[in-house]
């Protein structure tokens, strides 16, 4: 079956940068898109990356600009800069096991693993 760990949250200051990490296992769709989504306290969890191929990507509105994606294989990578207090959340790592490209958007239905998330907090 598949698993999926983050790392790479810590509490930082705003406008500081971030790097998290999310390595798979028992995943074999190298090809297809994983993502990034947050959950903060008191809001719904949203989308904030994903990606299908490198030249490939989605953001959500609100980090574009500031974060950005990478995938190699069953790893994906969020880079983050010019963090703000609002971007604290846990953040988790999704991957799909769908193949079209269209389904790699910031939808959870379309995510299907989950790792346990990562906690980012900006101050």
């Known amino acids: 079956h598949v698993q999926l760990v983050e790392s790479g949250g810590v509490s930082v200051e705003a406008g500081g940068s971030l ?15 994983m993502g990034w989504f947050r959950q903060a306290p008191g809001k719904e969890r949203e989308g904030v990356a994903s990606t299908h191929t490198r030249l490939m990507t989605t953001y959500a509105d609100s980090v574009k600009g500031r974060f950005t994606i990478s995938k190699d294989h069953a790893k994906t990578v969020l880079r983050m800069d010019g963090l703000k207090p609002e971007d604290t959340a846990m953040y988790y790592c999704a991957a799909s096991r769908y193949a079209g490209s269209s389904y790699c958007d910031l939808s959870r239905q379309n995510y299907h693993y989950w790792g346990q998330g990562t906690q980012v907090t900006v101050s």
């Open 19 to 33: 790097r998290l990490s999310c390595a798979a296992s028992g995943y074999t769709y190298s090809s297809y898109c």
